[in-house]
């Protein structure tokens, strides 16, 4: 069964135990990553000009044709698979690593790998499905899974028609699909659509180039340049029976329209949040020893010290995050906390490349290519916070993205579910924390049951569709959920570190900074919950979009 930290949470209590004993990755799956991580970096080196691909040029075929061969295409299949026989974590150590080279080739990786033929295979029953995808495999297929329509990647429903063929052989696949990772380039697509005879939406694999098939275009981003994100059109796509998956049949993998999501949003968005949030604080902490203000280095004034610990911290609890929900493996994957960590992973990577671009200055603002032309260091640092802008966008924007897991979370309350109880809880004690972050694990304990009497309320006096309906609360719901948890897992790593982790010295202070921080923005979280929504925001917003502009559009 999965473990559930955050439906503990939202009902009051602080899983202290599961928090700390979160298995650390084996020699074997240490030493598999650093070999797949030093094989990515020789390809990179040959293959992508980083500069180059922000500045638009397209990922090679060269390339595609080296992480194929390489194994990159496969990386959680075992190697007599012909995968790279990576664990979850192992892989998201490589993506970060194509990420810190350049964005475009984490995205066309963890596109690929999240959703492609890999993810299938294991599980798939023997017939044309798997014959299809394991074809695709051996010959090196780049993948792609296109969702999102023009409506928007929110609805419920597909557009995307599947009606069936006259011959009763397959389906006819017709709509526009946007946004896809991956779209221009790949010759299998997962095309989810409406099926006509029954409503329901299912899974189709589509084989491109094919009648029909057309790429309109492949987007242009403020960041994230050079991935090939495109807008694809079906006319009439066929696709026979056994290529398909409807909704209403029992898989015995991961559902494809949500499990196998939660793990690609961590690949997808995580991993390049965190390569990009590293550089900055890489990139901050080289300047501000290297800069002299009016005589005296810019590392010794005191504001732009809380800068770079703040950043520091950020990454560090953002670090711990992604290590504590990737440990768990298979049926113990931990998947609500796997969907938490795309939002906190972005928003922490947003506050340091924010910073880095302030501490930089000028030169924070000016592109790469401005700089080297002018023989300065060209820290791409506005690349970073292109790119990480669009890491909060990617995967579900992140104030909807917040409002859906609320609503999760809050429907428990709802149908009775509760954590099991035997007996009263056992006060939260740790024995290796600093005396400031024992005061910060009370906090959090503290919280997590001012959470569960706040959702108590909602739940026990509001109606489940009037709270559905209040959806600044849902989001303000989530963001707590989630700040509570990011300081509950980055306490548990410092309790429990290995004196030998090159963090460890600074991990206690490390902690303390970034629960300091979380501690603040809480506390305009729980004004903010604990306050009905001004009723002048609806009228004002209702006149808005009625045209009473009251003159704030005049010049």
């Known amino acids: 069964m999965p473990l559930n930290i955050l439906r503990d949470m939202i009902h009051g209590t602080l899983p202290w135990d599961r928090l700390c004993e979160a298995p650390a990755p084996s020699g074997q799956d240490r030493r598999?990553?650093?070999?797949?991580?030093?094989?990515?970096?020789?390809?990179?080196?040959?293959?992508?000009?980083?500069?180059?691909?922000?500045?638009?040029?397209?990922?090679?075929?060269?390339?595609?044709?080296?992480?194929?061969?390489?194994?990159?295409l496969a990386m959680l299949l075992s190697r007599e698979d012909g995968g790279l026989g990576l664990s979850e974590y192992g892989a998201f150590r490589v993506y970060e690593t194509a990420a810190a080279h350049s964005p475009a080739v984490s995205m066309l990786l963890a596109g690929h790998n999240s959703m492609?033929?890999?993810?299938?295979?294991?599980?798939?029953?023997?017939?044309?499905?798997?014959?299809?995808?394991?074809?695709?495999?051996?010959?090196?297929?780049?993948?792609a899974i296109a969702s999102t329509e023009p409506e928007g990647a929110a609805n419920t429903d597909r557009s995307c028609l599947a009606r069936r063929s006259a011959d009763g052989a397959g389906h006819l696949l017709s709509g526009d699909k946007v946004f896809i990772t991956n779209g221009s380039r790949a010759r299998l697509l997962a095309v989810t659509a409406t099926i006509e005879e029954t409503g329901q939406v299912g899974l189709f694999f589509v084989e491109a180039p094919a009648p029909g098939f057309e790429v309109i275009a492949e987007h242009e981003f403020m960041g994230l340049h050079g991935a090939p994100t495109s807008h694809i059109r079906l006319t009439d796509?066929?696709?026979?029976?056994?290529?398909?998956?409807?909704?209403?049949?029992?898989?015995?993998?991961?559902?494809?329209?949500?499990?196998?999501?939660?793990?690609?949003?961590?690949?997808?968005?995580?991993?390049?949040?965190?390569?990009?949030?590293r550089r900055s604080l890489g990139w901050a902490r080289d300047w501000v020893t290297t800069r002299r203000v009016d005589g005296k280095e810019l590392a010794s004034y005191e504001a732009v010290q809380r800068m770079i610990?703040?950043?520091?911290?950020?990454?560090?609890?953002?670090?711990?995050?992604?290590?504590?929900?990737?440990?768990?493996?298979?049926?113990?994957?931990?998947?609500?906390?796997?969907?938490?960590?795309?939002?906190?992973?972005?928003t922490a990577a947003w506050r340091v490349t924010d910073r880095t671009v302030s501490l930089l200055g000028a030169q924070g603002y000016e592109s790469a290519r401005g700089k080297a032309a002018r023989g300065v260091p060209d820290l791409p640092a506005e690349q970073a916070q292109r790119d990480v802008r669009g890491m909060r966008i990617g995967g579900g924007v992140d104030f909807n993205l917040d409002r859906v897991?609320?609503?999760?979370?809050?429907?428990?309350?709802y149908r009775g579910e509760r954590p099991e109880r035997t007996?009263?809880?056992?006060?939260?004690?740790?024995?290796?924390?600093?005396?400031?972050?024992?005061?910060?694990?009370?906090r959090v304990e503290h919280g997590v049951r001012r959470l569960a009497d706040a959702c108590g309320v909602l739940t026990s006096t509001l109606p489940s569709a009037?709270?559905?309906?209040?959806?600044?609360?849902?989001?303000?719901?989530?963001?707590?959920?989630?700040?509570?948890?990011?300081?509950?897992?980055?306490?548990?790593?410092?309790?429990?570190?290995?004196?030998?982790?090159?963090?460890?010295?600074?991990?206690?202070?490390?902690?303390?900074?970034?629960?300091?921080?979380?501690?603040?923005?809480?506390?305009a979280l729980w004004a903010r919950l604990g306050r009905e929504l001004p009723a002048a925001y609806p009228r004002v917003a209702q006149a808005w979009t009625d045209g009473e502009s009251a003159g704030l559009l005049d010049i």
């Open 116 to 143: 492609g033929p890999s993810t299938y295979l294991p599980t798939l029953p023997e017939g044309p499905l798997r014959d299809l995808l394991a074809r695709h495999l051996a010959e090196g297929s780049l993948s």
């Open 423 to 442: 007996g009263a809880p056992e006060p939260v004690a740790a024995r290796l924390l600093s005396a400031a972050n024992q005061e910060h694990l009370v």
């Open 237 to 277: 796509v066929f696709v026979p029976d056994g290529h398909m998956v409807s909704a209403h049949e029992q898989w015995r993998t991961a559902s494809p329209f949500a499990e196998l999501h939660t793990l690609a949003r961590v690949y997808l968005i995580s991993a390049p949040s965190m390569a990009s949030a």
């Open 32 to 72: 598999a990553a650093d070999d797949a991580i030093d094989a990515l970096r020789r390809i990179l080196d040959r293959h992508v000009d980083a500069r180059a691909v922000d500045g638009g040029r397209p990922l090679g075929d060269d390339l595609v044709r080296s992480l194929a061969d390489a194994g990159f």
């Open 309 to 346: 610990a703040a950043s520091a911290a950020d990454v560090f609890a953002a670090d711990s995050a992604v290590r504590w929900a990737l440990a768990w493996q298979g049926t113990q994957a931990p998947l609500w906390e796997r969907d938490a960590l795309k939002n906190l992973t972005s």
């Open 405 to 413: 897991l609320a609503a999760r979370l809050l429907a428990t309350y």
């Open 466 to 523: 009037e709270l559905l309906a209040r959806q600044e609360t849902l989001i303000t719901v989530n963001r707590i959920v989630t700040e509570l948890f990011g300081q509950a897992v980055v306490l548990a790593r410092t309790e429990h570190l290995d004196p030998a982790d090159p963090v460890a010295p600074l991990a206690q202070d490390l902690t303390d900074v970034h629960c300091d921080a979380a501690q603040g923005r809480l506390t």
